[in-house]
């Protein structure tokens, strides 16, 4: 039992920049590995980034490499997701996403935000 609340979202023009955080309920924080999926209007929820429970290793999706950046503060129970060069295509509703195992594209990860909307004026 964990609960994700994320938080950051709005409204950015392309080329700008925005800070997504994932605050997570309970004591067990550092024990999940954590991560980002996004899903835009009319498709399927697809992996962004992911990172490992200590920080050390990170996971991004081809479209996302070398514009987004995951991060996390164990001693704060949050995850981030820092989004720069945003293009129009990112606009999407992002969700945080939690599970024992690595959050990565191959698998789904048991536990999910509500989800945050982002949208990338052109």
């Known amino acids: 039992q964990v609960q994700l609340v994320e938080s950051g979202g709005g409204l950015v023009q392309a080329g700008g920049s925005l800070r997504l955080s994932c605050a997570a309920s309970?004591?067990?924080?550092?024990?999940?590995?954590m991560g980002w999926f996004r899903q835009a209007p009319v498709k399927e929820r697809v992996f962004v980034a992911g990172i490992s429970r200590g920080g050390t290793a990170s996971y991004y999706a081809d479209s996302v490499k070398g514009r987004f950046t995951i991060s996390r503060d164990n001693a704060k129970n949050t995850v981030y997701l820092q989004m720069n060069s945003l293009k129009p295509e990112d606009t999407a509703v992002y969700y945080c996403?939690?599970?024992?195992?690595?959050?990565?594209?191959?698998?789904?990860?048991?536990?999910w935000g509500q989800g945050t909307q982002v949208t990338v004026s052109s």
């Open positions: 996403a939690a599970d024992f195992l690595p959050v990565t594209a191959g698998r789904k990860p048991e536990y």
């Open positions: 309970g004591r067990t924080f550092s024990s999940y590995a």
